[in-house]
């Protein structure tokens, strides 16, 4: 039997180059296979994003790898489940963060968080983490009843106040947390196993780590959006202002000022969504991610404390409405600024044509007054030649009837004056002609 590639080889076909790539995506970060008892820690560093941020990471667990002996991470690779012996150790690069969770069985009857895993790589190595730490939890995952779950064992592990839990996974587990940070720096999560499977239990304990996770991920945007709804606020009220000296009509110059501070708003307003648009849109993916991993848990009401999904209706829900708000804000702001943009740059072209048409009229005007002129410096230069002209003329004849010639120079003078306007008008007016033709 042919292998595939073979196969594909004798058929003629020509395989995309990224359908290896693709089809191994849907394939990774597979569910780890758990069997309780296990304590679980788990970290998210906050690395940025980028080539660099990743090759980092990649070196950093590569370290590690080494110094237990065991196989590193393949050039590129974004995740990794390796078993170092006392410990087993899951990462995962995310695109601005990466995800270390730390896994190591524990004995029956052990305290409940004695011993977390995160203490067990070398120091050195754990210092070395690159990013700042945003998630820090502790998740135990027990047999029912190792110790037994009592009302008063609970309010030794959680606050009280917040203690949220209920039924998962069809009723096979139980699960608790408050979301507080205890005094070690890490959150807390108790799940108890009443009959799942090692891929069951794996699964539980990757949702309830992603929870924890992209609920704090998702909250990245709510000191922002706080941050970003006093700026708008202000420019909101500036824009009010703006608007209302546009009703005033104080004159093209005056217009020209206030595009001039329209833009300058617009300006900010752009800086500003161009700071937040990234935060703003990650933070509703991964509130949208914890939406659905809590949906993933089937989750069902215990008498005596609020389910997980009421407490991040009641916690993360108001914070995410008010990120949305503020980029709803932002948006509208931009868009109100543009139009009053539009609206005043309107005004101001039509203010600019009134200025162009009245001053082609009054170039109209003067053109007029200049054409009469000139025709009446035309008419009193036809009389000044003629006067020459007909000058000449009786001097002609006088010099002429001097000579014997029976002329009389006053009547020759006096028929010669139609004759010399006649050819001096035609002559004035045949210049004209060809003074305009070359024009």
Known sequence: MNAPSDLLATLGLCEHPLRNELDQEFHARPFERLEPPCLISHLALLSGAGAEAIERDHAQITRLCIHYGVTPPAPGAVHL??????????????????????????????????????????????????????????LALRHEPDPPVTTEALHTLFSVSNLSGGLVADGVAMVWSDFRTHSDGFTRILALDQGLRPTQAGRLVQRLLNIETYRLMAMLAFPLARQVGSKITRIENRLADLTGRMNQNAGLEQDHALLAELSALAADVERITASTTYRFGASRAYYDLVGRRIAELREQRMSGVQTLQEFTDRRLAPAMRTVATVRERQDSLSARIARAANLLRTRVDVALEQQNRDLLRSMDRRADLQLRLQETVEGLSVVVLSYYLVGLVSYAVKALSKLGLPLNPDLVAGLAIPVVFAVVGLGMRRLRRNLTHHS
């Open 81 to 138: 489940s390796v078993d170092c012996g006392l410990f087993r150790l899951k990462w995962e690069r995310h695109s601005e963060f990466s995800a270390y969770t730390f896994i190591r069985p524990v004995e029956q009857g052990e305290e409940w968080f004695a011993a977390p895993p995160i203490t067990l790589p070398p120091a050195t190595w754990r210092s070395g983490l690159d990013g700042k730490l945003l998630v820090a939890t502790h």
